[in-house]
């Protein structure tokens, strides 16, 4: 069993950050939230709308696949390793998932576009392609990408793990942005400087288990559970 009993909400405009060692299943709630993994048991709800529930005969069934979209459209995922389209510019990167879903004016993607580069300090990029940027501003292109959806709320699975300190920096700035704007955030992060200053709340999970959650200043300098005191021993 990947994840046991693992139940939290999260408030509009919050930010969560979820924290644990490697293998604990932080990424795959993430992934089950997401739909990029089906799960077989338990509920998920977003804004109300049912996503997956288990009935009184222990069944799992889904919504139909015309709500999942429209539930999936207010989702937005940024992850470790970037995943943008080698073969697009860094505008077409942006554009291209409002183009085909959304049927927005070209004109109108495009200037939406451009202004969410200027967010992420990219506007001088807008033409180049994914290998001639640095993992930072490929990072910083994959959240403006998600963004460009206007999601509800946005999910990062460990964004700057692939980075190094000086990239991670620039794309942790983009993050205290998004919260300052009270953007809805799930964040999985190894960054405890970010889960401590940023996040509105914290989890931590182990095995699959959600082991103690709390607001960061109680996490950080009073946890609850010895396991918890063990990882964060160096951050208390």
Avoid: W
């Amino acid at each position: 069993e990947v994840l046991s009993g693992v139940s939290f909400q999260v408030k509009k405009g919050e930010v969560v950050a979820i924290i644990g060692p490697s293998g604990s299943g932080k990424s795959t709630v993430l992934r089950c939230i997401n739909l990029l993994e089906k799960i077989d048991g338990g509920s998920i709800y977003v804004e109300g709308d049912m996503m997956v529930k288990t009935g009184n005969n222990g069944k799992v069934s889904y919504a139909p696949e015309n709500e999942l979209r429209k539930i999936r459209l207010r989702l937005g995922m940024v992850f470790q390793s970037f995943n943008l389209f080698p073969h697009f510019s860094v505008l077409q990167n942006i554009t291209e998932a409002p183009l085909r879903i959304t049927k927005k004016e070209k004109i109108t993607v495009k200037e939406n576009a451009m202004e969410l580069l200027e967010k992420v300090g990219l506007t001088d990029k807008a033409e180049a392609y994914p290998y001639q940027l640095s993992g930072g501003q490929c990072q910083r292109v994959a959240i403006a990408r998600a963004l460009a959806m206007e999601p509800d709320i946005l999910f990062f699975d460990e964004p700057t793990s692939a980075l190094d300190p000086e990239l991670t920096a620039e794309v942790l700035k983009v993050m205290r942005d998004l919260a300052l704007e009270d953007m809805t955030m799930v964040v999985v992060t190894h960054e405890m400087s970010f889960a401590r200053e940023v996040a509105n709340r914290v989890i931590f999970m182990d095995k699959g288990f959600i082991i103690e959650e709390g607001e960061p200043e109680n996490i950080f300098t009073n946890p609850c559970n010895e396991r918890t005191r063990e990882f964060l021993k160096g951050y208390i």
